[in-house]
């Protein structure tokens, strides 16, 4: 069967080897250049899988999204049209986006980024004990906000290091305001949903103590940057990290100017391992659902 793949993987030559003796014909292929020969697609989180997309591909069998999420592709439209999607869950992703959200925390409360740029000036002279005093970790409190995969390892992570850790969920026994009112940090890990989106905005943040640190490893739009931004100017938000934008690629142009906020390129689970787990997970979810088989992480 033909199989188009938007963009050639890392590791793909060890990934892909089950593909090739399976048989099938593979095709790398920008999705606006799908034709109606797809059978199977392997895409990224930035393809759109629209209604639009799918009407040219009426023999398409099944998606692999290589993410973890999957909120760019209509899932309705799928259904409508029989067509299974996956996705590439994986404990090498979890662990890997989980170390992250640390290492932005970390990042913040010794102010790397700041203390970097002014290496990077050349404008340091000597020791000064009152240049760039960070903060300590251990003792403060830990608010995570979804209690899932990831959350969970930055939850244990949290308790390893002399934290409080108040973790909310749906079914936590917690509510919104009480962890975010009483968290010194706070870690985002919940999926992007209609419910989900901009849950940290104006009225969430007012909420905050003075100085917390808010860390995004999730999906952009479950903040509304602008509003992040703000609390910053304001001096509610010690610090933001972030690894995902509302408007991705594009961060909110006030925060790149902020000394205090950190953003990286979407490169959360950029590890080897979790790469080459990922792309055997997608993989192994082609060939499972082109053999008329469950694939192994459908999406429900």
């Known amino acids: 069967m033909k199989i188009f793949v938007t963009r050639k993987l890392p590791f793909w030559e060890e990934v892909s080897k089950p593909l090739i003796e399976a048989g099938h014909e593979i095709k ?29 591909v009426p023999k398409l069998k099944i998606i692999a ?12 439209a799928c259904k409508n049209r029989n067509i299974l999607v996956t996705n590439t869950p994986s404990e090498a992703v979890n662990e890997s986006v989980a170390e992250f959200a640390w290492t932005l925390m970390l990042a913040l409360s010794k102010r790397l980024g700041e203390a970097s740029e002014f290496m990077r000036n050349a404008a340091y002279r000597g020791w000064e004990p009152e240049v760039f005093i960070g903060q300590n970790m251990a003792g403060k409190t830990l608010g995570v906000i979804g209690s899932g995969r ?34 010194d940090y706070i870690s985002l890990h919940v999926p992007l949903t209609p419910e989900t989106t901009h849950l940290i905005n104006g009225k969430t943040l007012g909420l905050l103590k003075k100085g917390a640190i808010l860390v995004n490893t999730a999906r952009g739009g479950i903040v509304d940057e602008e509003e992040i931004a703000e609390a910053l100017r304001a001096g509610i938000l010690g610090g ?3 690894d ?29 391992l979790a790469r080459i787990d990922m792309g055997k997970i997608a993989v192994k979810n082609l060939i499972e659902g082109l053999a008329g088989r469950t694939p192994p992480n459908l999406v429900e």
């Not at 999204?65 to 309705?76: P, T």
Request: proline share 4%.
């Open 244 to 272: 995902v934008f509302e408007n991705e690629p594009n961060p909110y142009p006030e925060l790149l100017q902020m000394e205090n906020v950190i953003l990286t390129p979407h490169i959360a689970s950029a590890t080897k």
């Open 28 to 56: 790398f292929v920008k999705l606006e250049n799908i034709d109606e020969t797809c059978e199977g697609l392997l895409c990224l989180l930035t393809d759109k899988i629209t209604e639009t997309v799918l009407a040219k």
């Open 240 to 242: 933001y990290g972030a």
């Open 65 to 76: 999204n290589y993410a973890v999420g999957f909120d760019n592709i209509d899932l309705v």
């Open 150 to 183: 990831i959350g969970g390892i930055v939850a244990k992570k949290g308790e390893g290091w002399g934290m409080k850790v108040l973790a909310y969920s749906r079914s936590s026994g917690l509510n919104l305001e009480e962890v975010l009112a009483e968290s």
